[in-house]
């Protein structure tokens, strides 16, 4: 049974209403391994890099300013599938859209505020660990 990583942020509104042990209660009861975590707080030259794939959007300002608002949590995961099955698990981007039981639905407020971050490739999931986390930082058996 292969498994896999992904990268996953509880980002600053869900961290404000303390949402923490809930969305990890919930990450793990999903079947993931938390084999790294950590809270911090973005620099704004961090969020620009970090979202650099959208800085041409017209919410990436925007984007940048509320991830650095306050800490985020995060968090490198380990499951087999492990990059589809958080998107499911997360659900839609907009809560409204996000299926019964998803973190989004349960703790989003919104499409700008929704609560964690998921990545959506294992490209990526591997690019935003390393931005996170150095390789001693990582805990796997």
């Not at 929704?114 to 986390?133: K, M, P, Q, R």
């Amino acid at each position: 049974m292969a498994t896999n990583r992904t990268f996953t942020m509880l980002k600053p509104d869900a961290v404000e209403k303390n949402y923490i042990g809930p969305i990890l209660e919930k990450i793990t009861a999903a079947g993931f391994k938390i084999i790294a975590m950590k809270m911090t707080r973005l620099t704004e030259a961090g969020a620009k890099q970090f979202y650099e794939i959208h800085k041409d959007r017209p919410f990436y300002n925007d984007l940048v300013k509320f991830m650095t608002r306050g800490p985020i949590v995060a968090a490198i995961l380990e499951k087999e599938n492990a990059v589809a099955d958080f998107r499911v698990l997360i659900g839609a981007t907009n809560p409204n859209d996000a299926a019964e039981g998803t973190i989004r639905k349960l703790y989003a407020e919104s499409v700008s505020f929704n609560a964690i971050h998921g990545s959506d490739s294992d490209e990526n999931a591997a690019i935003e660990s390393a931005f996170h986390f150095s390789g001693r930082e990582i805990f796997s058996n």
